[in-house]
Every structure is written in structure tokens, then in C-alpha cells.
């Protein structure tokens, strides 16, 4: 069936630097793919909606210069967590939507910010 | 806006014993789908079990099926004959068009030996 690859799993990086975490569909191609967070013990909240080709779409609250998406191409998707904050620090999750049915999730990445 | 509501924060049950999981949703869509998902300790979005708003009969994926009334907006899993694998944080949803998945707050399902 269908996969999304995440990568990577986990990261530990110092405050202040950049994080990059990519999301790709392996065999299906993806002009809309999600970015979630999750807190522990809660659900996912969505981010931002990246579309293949334009800007992402940010949900109320996130902040854009913060949290960059590109979708450059139909089967990748990364997002860059810029001068990151031990704030930052949480577990990321990528979808993305195989025409009309469920959505595909990547395995997570799991951000610790020191 | 469509919105999802679990109400049940945790539920337990004991080791092959049957369980049932509720949700609620709001829409004033006639056509959409809804999906139960399983988030083991691992962390890792399993897709449980999905329904099309369309069709009457509820899915069932061996010892998971789902109890759908729609005109109540309602959206409950049954899981049979549970097992020790079964426990996990379970995620209701409802995924519309090409828009976003709207979660549920999710229940935590203990499985008792």
C-alpha cells in the first residue's frame, strides 16, 4: 500500500539552529501533504497545509517565519523549524491524502531542543 | 467549521472482553468520510477502520467495526475479543473534499491482562 517516509525519526539539536524534517511519498504522488504537532497525551494539531508548486496554507496561530514549508516537488515535502527554541521542542507528523480516502502519515520526528 | 468530540478521555477493559469507543461530529456535509485511527506507544497513525457517509452498512476490519448513525452524528468503534496490542491512544476523524482532517481529543484504551 501506499507509504510516507519521515525522516528523520529523532532529533536533538542546541537552541538556536535550524531543523529540517522531510516528508515523502513513496509511491503515490502528493500535491497536498500536512504537517501536524502533538504534545503528549493529546491529538494532532494541524500546522500548515503544503501545496505542491504555491505557499503553504498556516493555521491560525503558527507562525510562518518560524515553522517554513516548501513542497518543491509531488512526492516532497520538508518543513525547517528556523532558530529553534527548547519551546519548539515536540513531536512533528506529516499526512498526505491519497485522492478521496485516508490520509497516509509518516512515522514522526520526535524534536528535542536543548 | 466541522468539529470531532471523543468523550471518553480513557477507557480500560479486560483481555478479551469487547469495548466500545464513542464519537460525536458536527458537519452540515452530507458527503464526507470518517476514520478511527490507533497511535500505539510508538507514536506511529494506523488507520483502524474508515466509513463512506454514503453508504448505510458499517465497516467492519475483523474484530473492529463501526456502529455509524447519521442523522445522530455518531461515529462509535467496537473492538471485540480485545487484545494486549490493542491498547493505544484511538484518534476519531473526519476528512471531507480535499480539506484537512479534523481529530477528535482521542481515548486512551487500556487493555487489562
Known amino acids: 500500500g501506499a507509504v510516507v517516509s519521515q525522516h528523520p525519526s529523532w532529533v536533538i539539536c542546541k537552541s538556536g539552529t535550524s531543523v529540517k524534517i522531510e516528508c515523502r511519498s513513496l509511491d503515490f504522488q502528493a500535491t497536498t501533504m500536512f504537517w501536524y504537532r502533538q504534545f503528549p497525551k493529546q491529538s494532532l494539531m494541524l500546522m500548515a497545509t503544503s501545496n505542491e508548486g504555491s505557499k503553504a496554507t498556516y493555521e491560525q496561530g503558527v507562525e510562518k517565519d518560524k515553522f517554513l514549508i516548501n513542497h518543491a516537488s509531488l512526492t516532497l515535502s520538508t518543513l525547517t523549524v528556523t532558530s529553534a527554541h527548547p519551546e519548539d521542542s515536540s513531536f512533528y507528523i506529516c499526512?498526505?491524502?491519497?485522492?478521496?480516502?485516508?490520509?497516509?502519515f509518516g512515522d514522526g520526528t520526535r524534536l528535542s531542543i536543548l | 467549521a466541522q468539529t470531532v468530540t471523543q468523550s471518553q478521555p480513557e477507557m480500560s477493559v479486560q483481555e478479551a472482553e469487547t469495548v466500545t469507543l464513542s464519537c460525536t461530529y458536527d458537519t452540515s456535509e452530507s458527503d464526507y468520510y470518517l476514520f478511527w485511527y490507533k497511535q500505539p506507544p510508538s507514536r506511529q497513525m494506523i488507520l483502524v477502520i474508515r466509513q463512506e457517509a454514503y453508504k448505510q452498512q458499517n465497516a467492519t476490519e475483523n474484530r473492529f467495526s463501526v456502529n455509524f448513525q447519521k442523522a445522530a452524528k455518531s461515529f462509535s468503534l467496537k473492538i471485540s475479543d480485545s487484545q494486549l496490542g490493542d491498547a493505544a491512544m484511538y484518534f476519531c476523524?473526519?476528512?471531507?473534499?480535499?480539506?484537512?482532517?479534523?481529530f477528535g481529543q482521542g481515548t486512551r484504551l487500556t487493555i487489562n491482562p
Open positions: 499526512s498526505a491524502p491519497e485522492a478521496w480516502g485516508p490520509q497516509h
Open positions: 476523524a473526519y476528512f471531507q473534499g480535499a480539506q484537512k482532517l479534523v
